[in-house]
């Protein structure tokens, strides 16, 4: 089984649309955790962190639940420019990724 | 600052020979990684340094090697490639354990 384990995709949807990613990790001694971006053939970069609290960056929220060991992101209003993947991330010592969910963005 | 650069951005080897895949950064970051990402996968990791003459083995180490000579280099050794070594290799910096910034990548194909 891989330690951070997210929904393949793609996930099509019109813009405007709202839409929800899963990941789930399996060792719960992980210390915290992350979504990073990741444009077509380019490096992943930093979206945001993830907080037990839950936080929010504009239409972008994400969730934590320690007890589930399940980290989601929801992205409001959908836009174009939000076609990328999503890379589910925890840090165990290291950081360690998912394999990241595709989402297309369509007019 | 130009952050994190690679080089080559792209290079094709035969099944043997060897090269070294350039990471710098300018951000006089201590932490310094390497990772390796198949189509379609995470990205793993390879090696890491956490300053100037200390490295240590990541998740997927065999078949590399790495050197961390100055703050600001961490280059990545590949000898005797093969196949598996088809991937995107990304280097990746960071103020000790905080955001990770990261290179272009090197797509990396062995024939």
């Known amino acids: 089984r891989k330690e951070v384990e997210q929904d393949p995709g793609p996930f099509n949807v019109p813009e405007g649309a709202t839409v929800a990613f899963n990941c789930t990790y399996s060792n719960s001694a992980s210390q915290s955790f992350f979504w990073y971006r990741q444009d077509c053939r380019k490096e992943p970069k930093l979206l945001m962190s993830?907080?037990?609290s839950g936080n929010e960056d504009g239409r972008f929220t994400a969730q934590l639940n320690r007890a589930s060991q399940y980290i989601s992101l929801l992205i409001r209003d959908s836009k174009l420019s939000d076609s990328a993947t999503y890379l589910c991330v925890v840090r165990r010592g290291k950081l360690i990724f998912g394999q990241g969910t595709e989402l297309s963005v369509k007019p | 600052n130009a952050g994190v650069t690679q080089t080559p951005k792209f290079r094709i080897l035969k099944i043997g020979q060897s090269m070294t895949l350039q990471c710098a950064q300018d951000m006089n970051h201590n932490y310094m990684y390497w990772y390796r990402q198949d189509p379609g996968m995470g990205l793993k990791l390879i090696y890491y340094s956490v300053g100037a003459g200390i490295t240590d083995k990541g998740e997927v180490p065999n078949g590399y090697n790495v050197s961390r000579s100055t703050t600001e280099d961490f280059p990545l050794r590949l000898e005797l490639a093969a196949p598996s070594q088809t991937s995107v290799y990304f280097c990746?910096?960071?103020?000790?354990?905080?955001?990770?910034?990261f290179g272009p990548g090197t797509r990396l194909t062995v024939l």
């Open positions: 990746a910096s960071s103020l000790a354990d905080n955001e990770q910034f």
């Open positions: 993830v907080y037990s």
